[in-house]
């Protein structure tokens, strides 16, 4: 593939993730058993070492987040107060939304919750499929997917747009240090930030991708029987970069912003026909997911209780390590189209609107699951342990009827959703790899963002035909080790600026 000569690629930044990539595929596909074995190892040395520290920034970012909007910053407009925005503010709603959440909750909306009520924590005094359980369940599902993980990606994002527009830096992960270590950078060292982010992001990219295309290729298999496990990933596989690549010609005004509408469109419609067409109790379930929310936030923000459990490292600890090694990236597109906006605005925007989208879904699709697995426990444990966690959103459908219909358009909410987000992703990693920049930061080439496309859904369609996911997948919260360092400093750096915004803006 050619790169435009007037804009080539950062080769310090660009080709070593790409290398150690194919690198790992190849070794997981030779050596399938080891490599999983050898990253599990040093998965669980980092979630077991460095679980307190996942918890407390994350804590602490939140009550970073909530300053930050009544502080004096607040008033400040990102790109100066002659800045105008780019986009629509429902348009920019959707494309944070779309490009925050991906898959995340339409795979795990009906699967975690169900796993916390079936496996709650040993460190709490909780029956297993109790009510006691299903309350906990929605409580903990709340706090994985709320307001805790969206101020991981609000805190690197706001203060990346704020030091990006305020006088057209280059678009580096670098300048989100500018606050607390000043100028003083070596190149080196800002490339090994850049290229261990973007590393971070293409595994995980990876692995959500092949969580996709597992879950679409089963669905596909559900309503139709006879299709091959390895004809249906491949078309949903080829069908998936195709809409991409369509995408990626666009930008972001035309590809991504139709796309993200369009996704938040097909998520009110499947809510909406959830809603008339079952009789859950969907408010009594979102109430219920508030109320355990608060009562259990600081226990499991500070890991009062769940210190050094398994629980802790399998669920908290490991899903903050996961959103930490996606936010430097994320946070470079969210800070980019956040240009002519409030920094109150963009707290509303993207982190406490998306958040709280999140909660919602969760609670009406998360509750509806408990609810069903209250009266048929055996059954949803005997999927989730012989079909795995991907089954249990179809067996929730076959449980409250209309299946063929809400089957189809989770099958094509799924695909939409992976597009989109891949779509906003690769426009980060796009303009990361860039050595200068773009004249106009809405219109990167596409032919990076192209190549990035291709080269991450080759990997997730060779990773589960031939070896699985997880080794990938654990690439990817490895990336979450050195994005807990950097988010530390990024963290200092926006309360540096929160209390003298004058000085630094």
Known sequence: MQFPPELPVRKSVFWPPVILLIFAVVLSILYPGVFDLKMREIQNWILINFSLGFSWLSFLMTLLIGWVFFSPLGKYRIGGENAKPRLHTVSWFAIVLCTTIAVGILFWGSAEPLSHFLFPPEFFPIEHQSEAAKSFALGALFFHWGFTPYATYAVPALLFGLMYHQKKNKFRLGLMLKPTLGTKKSKFSESLVDMISLFALVAGMAASLGAGI?????????????????????????????????????????????????????????????????????????????????????????????????????????????????????????????????????????????????????????????????????????????????????????????????????????????????????????????RGGAEDDFHVPSSIKIFWGILIGATAWIMINFSGIDGVRILSVIGGLPALFFLSLVSIGLALVSFSPKKYL
């Open 214 to 434: 597992l879950s679409l290729s089963g669905g596909i298999q559900n309503i139709f029987p006879n299709v091959s496990f390895s004809l249906s990933s491949s078309l949903v596989t080829v069908l998936i970069v195709f809409t991409f690549v369509i995408s990626a010609k666009s930008g972001i005004e035309k590809g991504i912003k139709n796309l993200s509408l369009f996704n938040l469109g097909f998520f009110l419609i499947f809510i909406s026909l959830f809603l008339i067409l079952t009789n859950g109790e969907f408010l009594k379930n979102i109430m219920l997911g508030f109320q355990q929310y608060f009562s259990n936030f600081l226990d499991l923000s500070l890991q009062i209780s769940g210190k050094n459990k398994q629980w802790t490292y399998d669920w908290s600890t490991f899903n903050f390590a996961i959103w930490m090694a996606w936010a430097p990236i994320t946070a470079l597109f969210l800070g980019k189209i956040a240009i002519g906006r409030t920094v109150r605005e963009f707290l509303l925007v993207s982190w406490f609107f998306p958040a709280l989208f999140c909660l919602i879904w969760m609670g009406i699709f998360g509750g509806s699951t408990l609810d069903l697995a209250l009266i048929s426990p055996d059954k949803f444990l005997d999927s989730f342990v012989d079909r795995g966690p991907e089954s249990i959103i179809y067996l929730v459908f076959e449980e409250i009827g209309y299946y063929p219909l809400f089957a189809g358009i989770f099958l094509i909410a799924m695909f939409i959703s992976y597009v989109t987000a891949a779509d906003s992703s690769t426009e980060g990693l796009a303009s990361l790899s860039m």
